[in-house]
């Protein structure tokens, strides 16, 4: 049966921690319920579960599977002292923060044991080996131009033609808030690798080109041929 994405019917969507709005939460899984058809989708930066649920409901409907990266020790944001710490999700053996057990918990109860596939690991780390081709790639881990950049420059080798580019916390100007995923989603913009779809709310989404996109090379060559 389709899971329709609202918080009627997913209450577990409230509850878990997180910095997605609702909107972007359905736009998630509308993007992966199309694009795992064909290939797994990968998040990075899942912190307690809140995108992962969204996108491995998704996935859990087409017999797909979610790769889930994040090291679970909170980005610069969520440590003591800065904007969004939160002092339940210290570990009280090492004094530092620890959003895998969360995590867990969400997975296990929204059902998603068998679809999400955590990988506890910095992105660039497991970047290094991955020959999966994904479908969907979401980047929402340490929100420097830095990390933001290094995460789209591991990664987005992967993604198969058509295939999604997400980004959270698009914020055009400033006063809004960090221009660093902004700043990426433009360079990948400048790359002509992707079309731009509309973004939703802070959602920033593009698509890759297919082949059947690219100029038509006849015309290129002749005009070349003539010169
Ligand atoms: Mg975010």
Same mark, same amino acid.
């Given at each position: 049966m389709r899971y329709n994405m609202s918080l009627s019917d997913q209450p577990e969507f409230d509850t878990v921690k997180g910095f997605l709005d609702e909107g972007e939460g359905r736009r998630l899984y509308e993007l992966a319920l199309s694009a795992s058809k064909y290939a797994p989708c990968l998040e990075i930066g899942s912190y307690c579960g809140k995108s992962t649920l969204c996108l491995g409901l998704a996935c859990k409907e087409n017999g797909s599977a979610l790769f889930s990266i994040d090291?679970?020790?909170?980005?610069e944001d969520h440590?003591?002292?800065?904007?969004?710490? #939160?002092?339940?999700?210290? #570990?009280?053996? &090492?004094f530092q923060i620890d959003t895998f057990q969360t995590f867990r918990q969400t997975i296990r109860k929204s059902e998603l044991e068998n679809t999400v596939i955590p990988i506890v690991s910095r992105s660039q780390t497991c970047a290094r080996y991955w020959q999966i081709p994904i479908s969907l790639l979401f980047i929402d881990g340490g929100h420097s131009f830095r990390d933001v950049f290094v995460d789209y420059q591991a990664w987005v080798g992967h993604l198969l033609p058509d295939g999604y580019l997400l980004f959270h916390d698009?914020?055009? &100007?400033?006063d809004k808030g960090g221009q660093g995923p902004y700043h990426v989603y433009q360079l990948a913009m400048a790359s002509g690798l992707f079309k731009e779809l509309p973004t939703t709310n802070t959602l920033g989404v593009l698509q890759r080109r297919s082949l059947a996109d690219a100029p038509n090379v006849s015309t290129l060559n002749t005009k070349e041929g003539s010169s």
């Open positions: 090291h679970h020790r909170g980005s440590q003591p002292g800065e904007a969004y710490f #939160d002092p339940a999700l210290i #570990d009280l053996n &090492t698009i914020f055009k &100007t400033p």
